[in-house]
């Protein structure tokens, strides 16, 4: 009688104990709601958001919003409105540390605020992270200086708008650093202010009705002056880059956006042009 009882007992515990860890295994997971920050931004001037990691992927919700990353450094983004009174839309932040910071972005004319740091702590550190990158600032002038001077390489990856013609004239290579060759044309007798030039990596095809998915490449060096395009001239740029190959799927775009103006410029550059790069000497 007593072994019954004993076996009757074992039995319920371990029932309970099934009970409990199908309970358990079905339960609803549990869901953590991050509230998005609402940045107001403007067409008229750039915001700074500072993070305490750096930045590792950057999603916009709407082309009409422009992100970079500062030059050189790898924790401050910069945000601005490409469009006068865009659609709310939102942008999506992912940081070393593995957090991710989320916002609502809304257009205003004049925001209260332009610098934003992201941090709970005391000031104990640096506000800049620069690149870990390591290169000899005197040797890819000089580089970049030949490049500049070198005969044309690329002819055919071009784009012109209202007079204006951006095209990539050579890709050379050197160690870790890519030197991007451009030339621009102003046929016109009004100046082009150049407000930015930038460089990113984007997928080929993009569903309707999706986020933009992107890596931008900030320049290492530049060379010349980068502000204005006069009536009627030609202008050489040369962009040092980090070394790079494109996954499938992706290439290379080069977007150059005029000052106050819409004679906008854009290149796709695909990795079989990339990994063509001539070696420099």
Do not use: W
Request: proline share 3%; glycine share 4%; aromatic share 10%.
């Amino acid at each position: 009688m007593k072994k019954t009882s004993a076996s009757v007992a074992t039995g319920i515990l371990l029932l309970l104990l099934s009970i409990q860890l199908f309970a358990q295994n079905n339960a609803e997971p549990k869901v953590t709601v991050i509230k998005p920050y609402v940045l107001p931004i403007t067409f008229y001037k750039t915001t700074n958001l500072v993070f305490p990691y750096a930045i590792k992927s950057v999603d916009r919700g709407s082309k009409d919003i422009l992100v970079q990353k500062a030059k050189g450094v790898e924790n401050i983004l910069q945000v601005k409105a490409g469009r006068l009174g865009f659609d709310q839309t939102n942008l999506t932040v992912i940081t070393a540390d593995g957090r991710l910071y989320s916002y609502i972005l809304n257009y205003t004319d004049t925001p209260s605020v332009l610098n934003i740091r992201f941090d709970n702590s005391a000031t104990l550190y640096p506000v800049a992270f620069f690149s870990n990158i390591t290169i000899n600032e005197a040797q890819v002038k000089a580089d970049a200086d030949t490049v500049a001077i070198a005969k044309e390489t690329i002819h055919s990856i071009k784009d012109k708008s209202y007079g204006m013609r951006l095209k990539l004239s050579g890709l050379y290579i050197k160690g870790d650093v890519l030197f991007c060759r451009l030339t621009l044309q102003n046929y016109t007798n009004i100046n082009y202010d150049i407000d930015q030039l930038r460089f990113y990596i984007r997928d080929q095809k993009k569903a309707k009705r999706t986020a933009t998915q992107e890596l931008e490449i900030n320049p290492l060096y530049v060379t010349g002056d980068t502000s204005v395009i006069v009536g009627q001239s030609e202008k050489v740029f040369v962009y040092a880059l980090p070394k790079f190959t494109i996954p499938d799927k992706k290439y290379l775009a080069i977007e150059l956006m005029e000052k106050s103006g819409g004679r906008h410029l854009k290149i796709h550059v695909h990795n079989k042009t990339i990994i063509r790069a001539k070696l420099l000497q």
